[in-house]
């Protein structure tokens, strides 16, 4: 793959956004996970000795991160395109999604954390963060939209054997990655089978 060091770029937004998604999500209370917010009991165990700064600094790197992630997307798509202009076309479109809605959902967790941290964690705050939570709840299913979108056209080509990688390769893909961390509940596991995506990616290019 020409320019191949553009996946440790992607690699490395990924790391920094699993530091991210760890800001939020592990709290001096334990860790968050998104059925809390029924719970204001909970929820203040949680967040009373959370810093405001912690969403905030997870929204600006956090945008930094998905920067630097979305040109590793944008170049297995062009990739792809040798191979295959339609799986190529639907992994473009699928970067995009995750690129458009899933930088809005980020912004979405980290703004709804805030909000509840300057609530002084109080039981109307708890409702003013589930109410923006409900009420953009389109842009994380449009993100996650654009995952599973970019997986399978990631996915088909190359354990078909469409591509000059092996078809045990497949494995080097977001969702099997990240179905494997499923029932351990890791925070930013996603970001941590993207960043496994790109490196194991890397390492099979230079061979």
């Known amino acids: 793959m020409e320019h191949s060091w553009i996946l440790i770029l992607a690699m490395i937004g990924h790391v920094l956004c699993v530091y991210c998604d760890r800001l939020i999500l592990c709290t001096p209370g334990g860790n968050f996970n998104y059925s809390d917010i029924k719970d204001n009991e909970k929820m203040a165990r949680l967040f009373t000795a959370m810093p405001e700064s912690a969403p905030l600094r997870s929204l600006v790197l956090g945008t930094l ?3 630097l992630q979305f040109f590793g997307y944008l170049a297995l798509g062009i990739w792809m395109r040798q191979y295959s202009a339609l799986w190529a076309n639907i992994m473009i479109v699928g970067a995009a999604m995750i690129y458009t809605f ?32 409900d009420k953009t709840s389109a842009v994380m299913i ?32 977001l969702l099997p990655l990240f179905l494997v961390q499923a029932p351990f509940n890791i925070p930013g596991a996603g970001n941590i089978a993207g960043a496994v995506m790109y490196l194991g990616l890397f390492i099979l290019f230079l061979i």
């Open 102 to 133: 899933g930088l809005a959902h980020h912004i979405q967790g980290c703004a709804a954390e805030w909000i509840y941290i300057k609530s002084d964690h109080s039981e109307e705050g708890r409702k003013l963060t589930a109410d923006f939570w």
């Open 65 to 67: 991160a998905m920067f």
């Open 142 to 173: 449009g993100c996650y939209a654009g995952i599973i979108l970019f997986s399978v056209a990631h996915f088909i080509p190359v354990v078909a054997g469409m591509t000059a990688l092996p078809a045990w390769a497949c494995v080097f893909n």
